[in-house]
């Protein structure tokens, strides 16, 4: 049974430190067998626009723009196994980019709560597994926090349960290609991926 993955790079800087980091884990994932990757860029070859926060979703179940991806994209979300953001820290939170899709995934929550509604079948609640990967130029202690908040509630509403969390981030890699020069971060990057393979096949039943 092949592992359905699904990525997001959200970075306004293309190819920089937080891209590159998704790549590592990505590149590892893949040597894996019976992996397939989805890769999306945002603001490249799929297009989120900000919430409207107008509710409508509640009645609809579903988001009233259709100017943009996003109603496809949350159906990739749905199908996934795997769904993994990168965001670099902008402002002591994610990047406008991935805050978009986030705030959007208030459709997400509609169905739940409000329509009732499952996001995904029961039986596949615990075999999904959410990854946000993210780098920062600064070395604060609380860095990631805001960014954290943001994503677990994003993974929440996705249907993936806090356990099945994982967090992959680097600081103090500010300039655009830091992150190449830094001692841990590919090696960190390869064995979550790997690993996060590994842990799916097994919620999947196929170790």
């Given at each position: 049974?092949?592992?359905?993955?699904?990525?997001?790079?959200?970075?306004?800087?293309?190819?920089?430190?937080?891209?590159?980091?998704?790549?590592?884990?990505?590149?590892?994932?893949?040597?894996?067998?019976?992996?397939?990757?989805?890769?999306?860029?945002?603001?490249?070859?799929?297009?989120?626009?900000?919430?409207?926060?107008?509710?409508?979703?509640?009645?609809?179940?579903?988001?009233?723009?259709?100017?943009?991806?996003?109603?496809?994209?949350?159906?990739?979300?749905?199908?996934?196994?795997?769904?993994?953001?990168?965001?670099?820290?902008?402002?002591?939170?994610?990047?406008?980019?991935?805050?978009?899709?986030?705030?959007?995934?208030?459709?997400?929550?509609?169905?739940?709560?409000?329509?009732?509604?499952?996001?995904?079948?029961?039986?596949?609640?615990?075999?999904?597994?959410?990854?946000?990967?993210?780098?920062?130029?600064?070395?604060?202690?609380?860095?990631?926090?805001?960014?954290?908040?943001?994503?677990?509630?994003?993974?929440?509403?996705?249907?993936?349960?806090?356990?099945?969390?994982?967090?992959?981030?680097?600081?103090?890699?500010?300039?655009?290609g830091a992150i190449e020069a830094h001692p841990?971060?590919?090696?960190?990057?390869?064995?979550?991926?790997?690993?996060?393979?590994?842990?799916?096949?097994?919620?999947?039943?196929?170790?």
């Amino acid at each position: 049974m092949v592992i359905h993955v699904l990525a997001f790079a959200t970075s306004p800087r293309r190819h920089g430190n937080s891209e590159t980091l998704l790549d590592y884990l990505l590149e590892a994932m893949a040597e894996e067998r019976e992996v397939a990757i989805t890769r999306h860029v945002l603001g490249e070859d799929i297009v989120i626009n900000p919430c409207r926060g107008c509710n409508a979703c509640e009645k609809l179940g579903r988001c009233i723009q259709t100017d943009d991806d996003l109603n496809d994209v949350l159906e990739e979300i749905v199908e996934a196994d795997c769904v993994v953001l990168a965001s670099p820290i902008f402002c002591m939170g994610l990047c406008a980019q991935a805050k978009a899709l986030v705030d959007r995934a208030q459709v997400f929550r509609s169905r739940k709560y409000v329509r009732h509604e499952p996001v995904v079948p029961p039986h596949r609640k615990e075999k999904r597994i959410g990854i946000f990967v993210s780098t920062a130029g600064q070395k604060w202690d609380i860095v990631f926090d805001g960014a954290v908040m943001s994503m677990d509630c994003f993974f929440h509403v996705s249907d993936i349960k806090k356990r099945n969390m994982r967090w992959l981030m680097i600081d103090g890699v500010d300039q655009k290609g830091a992150i190449e020069a830094h001692p841990t971060a590919k090696d960190q990057a390869r064995e979550m991926g790997a690993g996060v393979i590994r842990e799916l096949k097994e919620l999947k039943g196929e170790v």
